[in-house]
């Protein structure tokens, strides 16, 4: 019996030690783990805080520089001032945002477009809200092109914001003279020239030359690009016996038009063309 019960003894002494071991372990490697966490997290609130400062500094710094000039104004009124302190303040970060953009495409060759805007009709019309646009020819060229010639012509002047969504957009773009609202407008008339279209992004190779004024066009996504200036009368010659009945489309597309001037050998046709 007391052979039977000493090997019983054994194996429950060394479980338990094995036991007390890992127990001993789990608590060593939760201490060590705690302690590196609290160490990162020393560090972490210490850069916090020196950044904190830095940037406590910076908005001090700015505070006490909008007071002094808001000051030397003679700004009467306490509201007067308060609001020239915050306008201040409000450049002095644009200032420093629009910094921090240029640094980011140096090298580049950009151009910066300024917007004046007046929030509400009861600020003042004094240039001091507005914010700054650097165009880039590289994302959209005609895009660029336009938007430059839309300054140019001082289209946006005194036009409104008609559409702030919060969260998404600010919407801008109409002009506060209804005449330039109607410049970019152009009708199929009688010798101007526009992309045959049957839809949206239908547009290929082939062009209208309208030789008479074909105003249906207009509502079909024909717009004019070009007007013919001279030789008007080289147009009215073009030979048009023909009509409806000239070369099938496809068939000038597949076999070229060699097969055209076979089947139709009086088709007037384009030499060359080149800028003068």
């Avoid at 060593?28 to 997290?41: A, D, E, H, S, V």
């Avoid at 910094?99 to 929030?119: C, D, H, N, P």
């Avoid at 036009?159 to 003279?177: K, L, T, W």
Wanted: hydrophobic content about 35%.
């Amino acid at each position: 019996m007391k052979a039977t019960c000493i090997p019983k003894l054994l194996s429950v002494t060394a479980l338990l030690a094995a036991a007390s071991i890992v127990s001993a372990t789990d608590s060593t490697i939760f201490r060590l783990g705690r302690q590196k966490k609290t160490r990162r997290l020393r560090r972490h609130n210490a850069r916090r805080v020196t950044t904190s400062a830095a940037v406590s500094k910076m908005f001090q710094s700015d505070a006490t520089m909008c007071a002094r000039q808001c000051r030397r104004q003679g700004l009467a009124s306490r509201k007067l001032r308060q609001r020239c302190i915050n306008k201040c303040k409000i450049r002095r970060c644009n200032r420093r945002i629009g910094q921090s953009r240029s640094r980011q495409i140096v090298g580049q060759s950009v151009e910066m477009v300024r917007f004046y805007v007046q929030l509400t009709p009861d600020d003042d019309m004094s240039k001091d809200d507005y914010f700054t646009i650097v165009l880039r020819e590289d994302w959209a060229p005609k895009g660029h092109a336009r938007f430059k010639e839309l300054v140019d012509s001082c289209f946006f002047d005194d036009s409104p914001f008609f559409r702030v969504v919060e969260d998404f957009v600010a919407q801008f773009g109409i002009s506060a003279d209804k005449k330039l609202n109607r410049m970019p407008y152009a009708r199929n008339e009688m010798g101007t020239l526009s992309f045959a279209t049957s839809g949206v992004d239908s547009r290929s190779t082939q062009i209208f030359l309208n030789i008479s004024n074909n105003y249906f066009l207009d509502s079909k996504g024909f717009t004019p690009f070009a007007v013919v200036e001279d030789g008007w009368g080289v147009v009215q010659r073009l030979y048009s016996k023909y009509g409806e009945e000239g070369p099938s489309q496809g068939t000038l597309s597949e076999r070229g038009s060699k097969v055209a001037y076979k089947s139709h050998p009086m088709l007037s046709r384009i030499i060359q063309v080149e800028y003068i």
